[in-house]
T-cell receptor, first 112, second 115 residues
Framework: TQLLEQSPQFLSIQEGENLTVYCNSSSVFSSLQWYRQEPGEGPVLLVTVVTGGEVKKLKRLTFQFGDARKDSSLHITAAQPGDTGLYLCAGGWSSNTGKLIFGQGTTLQVKP | DSGVTQTPKHLITATGQRVTLRCSPRSGDLSVYWYQQSLDQGLQFLIQYYNGEERAKGNILERFSAQQFPDLHSELNLSSLELGDSALYFC??????????????FGPGTRLTVL
């Protein structure tokens, strides 16, 4: 059973379009992180959100944590080919461990 | 470059064999995490060590074991290998034993192929 469901699994868009990736769960998390992974490399942390309703912006990327801390979204404005990659959400609990549960990932392709 | 190193980068072996994957965390990081990434299961947490002690366990098979040494490097041992163990194995490190705001820094991974 996948605790974190990401949608869509695949997204292919043209440069300049906007997109949103969703990360949903029936579990409450203490934190929700978004990572980006490129082929042949390990995931790289983009952002951590910890407060219900929290919104964080990273240039053209906007991250939101749901009020109930069960879901999150990643919105990219005016996507660029450099945004191409695998986007992963990961949920954590405040139990003095760093254990993370990852979603299946969203593969984004931005065509020039 | 995350500062986390993993060796080897690629490993090809046969079913039934045993292999050891090695990870050196970022300088100063006390926690090491192991993850398995496969096409069907995605990125799965296996185990965490903090300052030499096991801290958390995930979906780690009994055929797999890990340890963290006094110099903080870690090894993941995979034995009685099966075809389904073919995957990317990532190591990550973080400064503390675990905090909701902590960043985990991932290494480049070891690609294991079991034939």
């Amino acid at each position: 059973t996948q605790l974190l469901e990401q949608s869509p699994q695949f997204l292919s868009i043209q440069e300049g379009e906007n997109l949103t990736v969703y990360c949903n769960s029936s579990s409450v998390f203490s934190s929700l992180q978004w990572y980006r992974q490129e082929p042949g490399e390990g995931p790289v942390l983009l952002v951590t959100v910890v407060t219900g309703g929290e919104v964080k912006k990273l240039k053209r990327l906007t991250f939101q944590f749901g009020d109930a801390r069960k879901d999150s979204s990643l919105h990219i404005t005016a996507a660029q080919p450099g945004d191409t990659g695998l986007y992963l959400c990961a949920g954590g609990w405040s139990s003095n461990t760093g254990k993370l549960i990852f979603g299946q990932g969203t593969t984004l392709q931005v065509k020039p | 470059d995350s500062g986390v190193t993993q060796t080897p980068k690629h490993l090809i072996t046969a079913t039934g064999q045993r292999v050891t994957l090695r990870c050196s965390p970022r300088s100063g990081d006390l926690s090491v995490y192991w993850y398995q990434q496969s096409l069907d299961q995605g990125l799965q947490f296996l185990i965490q060590y903090y300052n030499g002690e096991e801290r958390a366990k995930g979906n780690i098979l009994e055929r797999f074991s890990a340890q963290q040494f006094p110099d903080l490097h870690s090894e993941l041992n995979l034995s009685s290998l099966e075809l389904g163990d073919s995957a990317l194995y990532f190591c990550a490190s973080s400064p503390r034993q675990g905090h909701i705001r902590d960043t985990q820094y991932f290494g480049p991974g070891t690609r294991l192929t079991v034939l």
